[in-house]
């Protein structure tokens, strides 16, 4: 026998705890604490059949609302709200077991779930939601034999029937749920970032450089961007953010060089679909050397450096073209601006300068020399004991030898300049751990990196990265396979939800309304008709017949691919357009890949290889699982 008072108040207790669980990090500590020293009271008078009496309890729900409500502010709107709601549904469990404070408690337990979707939403708040939903729905169904008779027992097997039942309205409902998912508006992130600003750290670069300004520099592991895009060679897994060419006193800064006149980057396009964090900084990196930036208004400047036009404030996604290159080309340069030097150069560095400028050398063997000249140093990269003081560079370079990118990055920068070798630094990322099942690069901010410039005549600026001549490099272990699928869940969580927001909503909605509107049947359409049909039903049995035929192979990727294009932009495909003028229409990722392959196949009139076919089958598995 199974008694129905005893099943309800511990399930009463289970939805009580989850309404609680996610919001206990955010609460003051004063709710924090009384809610489980309230629960465990509650339990303790449950296995005594008592409760507190509401002569007692009425006061004690005033006393603590003044005492709570006495810290409220504009500014602390949400925490103190829910503070009040999960002392009050503390006090709910102390009260008399009768069905009005049984759905006064399930209520306030879906407040305090909603009320930790404002500050932080994530793969795991489904979770939390569908056991409430699901506690709830058998509790009700609890509730009614209760409201008839707290004594109530039930028989095991009718009880076992009877929760069975209880849990199948919300599991039935799942369905609708996910079904009102894509068209239910939502907002881009949590509501609580309108109301206050975010607490955590934000990731991004700094847009200055000082060697010496700390004795180490401590790894933070935070993610910095994730980047869908196929596998690229190790030694190019640069990710270029921001260019710093001046010196305000001994720091590297970024100033505007109107004088710069960058050429076309030529080469085979890298396509990549970043998905930055939340950054302090307006910098939008991307595979070095980064050609354009779309899909997010920004602006661009000669050196390659793309700044984002608005604050990265929160959850963005932009679409980058990157040339894998190590040389900039560009046409001229203002050679003066790139010769300046610091305040402070020591007079060892300006005697290894003088040595590395002496007649007869070009810059290809000033640069050789230099690179000789610092695996000769025998210098080691490190992040801890770093040279601080009056000169950190020279004792980095001719004492210490120990030093991180930084350091590596300015000695080098600034001998070229004293050798007269324009330079500049190149702030971004090194490195990425790639996510195969996911399919993505996952760039952490312990990936942060300096490397170097340099500019050569008739060849433009050249990717030198000093520190590749440590002895030692400080490399982070890469994230094990649970970590990594842990982290494909819950960035795939924020693609679908943080992407799909009310403003693409509304935009289906509209074009669906004007397809709608455009939609006119003529006057003469039902006659026609009729004097179509026998020419209608031949033409359905040549159709018929026709794809009784099994296609080619190249026929066949075709028209998958031109399926996936008419999803993807609805309204926009044309049958009179060749797959170039389409490509070059569209500017669709995945069909400017399809087309490359495919191109030289059909316009060389050959059938594809097994390779290109899976190559385009591929492509076609990306562009379906890309949502547009």
Partial sequence: MVRIDLLLSGLTACIALIGYLPLQGYLDPFARFFF??????????????????????????????????????????VPVASDLLVVFLGVRLL????????????????FCLAASSLYEISAIFLVYLFSLLLLVAVALVLLTFHVQDPTAVLPGREAKKVLTVAA?????SLPLLLFLFFFLPRTQYPIWNFLNAPAG??????????????????????????????KVPEQKLYWRAVVLNAFKNDAWVREPVPGDAPSVMRGAAVLQEIYPERSATPYLPALNVTRSISS??????????????????????????????????????????????????????????????????????????????????????????????????DSFLFDKKRGNCEYF??????????????????????????????????????????????????????TVDPSAWALGSVRSKPPGTLAMYLDM???????????????????????????????????????????ALPGLAALLLLVFWRKQRPPTVEARLLRRMLRLLA????????????????????????????????GPALYHDRPLTRAEVAQLEEILRAAAQDRP
């Avoid at 404030?313 to 010769?339: C, G, H, M």
């Avoid at 357009?577 to 490509?583: A, K, P």
């Fill in 489 to 531: 869940t819950g960035f795939y969580w924020d693609k679908a939800v943080v992407t799909y927001d009310l403003d693409k909503q509304l935009s289906l909605v509209r074009n669906a309304g004007n397809k709608a509107r455009d939609l006119r049947l003529p006057p003469w359409f039902g006659t026609a008709m009729l004097l």
């Fill in 168 to 172: 199948l309205i919300p599991v039935a």
């Fill in 296 to 393: 997010l208004r920004n602006d661009s400047a000669g050196d390659g450096v793309f700044v984002s036009r608005r604050p990265l404030d929160k959850k963005v996604r932009y679409l980058a073209e990157s040339v894998l290159a190590e040389n900039v080309p560009t046409k001229r340069i203002d050679r003066d601006f790139y010769l300046r030097l610091p305040e402070r150069v020591s007079d060892r560095m300006r005697a290894e300068g003088r040595a590395l400028s002496r007649a007869g050398r070009d810059s290809d063997q000033k640069m050789a020399a230099l690179e000789a000249f610092f695996r000769g140093q025998r210098l080691t990269y490190a992040n801890t004991g770093l040279p601080v003081g009056g000169d950190p560079l």
């Fill in 36 to 77: 489980p020293a309230a629960l465990s009271l509650a339990v303790y008078l449950q296995v005594k059949g008592r409760a507190l009496p509401p002569r007692v309890l009425t006061p004690a729900s005033i006393l603590l609302f003044f005492y709570l409500a006495a810290q409220f502010s504009l500014s602390q709107l």
């Fill in 409 to 462: 990055a300015s000695c080098y920068a600034i001998l070229l300049r004293l050798a007269g070798v324009p330079s500049r630094l190149v702030g971004g990322y090194r490195g990425g751990t790639y996510n195969d099942v996911g399919g993505y690069y996952l760039v952490t901010e312990d990936m942060a990196h300096v490397w170097v410039e340099a500019y050569t005549d008739g060849v433009g600026w050249r």
């Fill in 201 to 230: 750290k934000k990731t991004g670069l700094s847009d200055t450089v000082q060697p010496g300004s700390a004795p180490a520099v401590s790894e933070v592991k935070g993610v910095v961007l994730r980047a869908i895009t196929p």
């Fill in 567 to 598: 999803k993807r932009h609805p309204g926009e495909i044309k049958g009179d357009e060749g797959l170039f003028e389409l490509s070059a229409r569209l500017n669709d990722r995945h069909l400017t890949r399809f087309v490359t392959v495919y």
């Fill in 95 to 110: 009260g008399e077991r009768v069905g009005r404070n049984y759905l006064q408690a399930f209520a306030l337990s879906l």
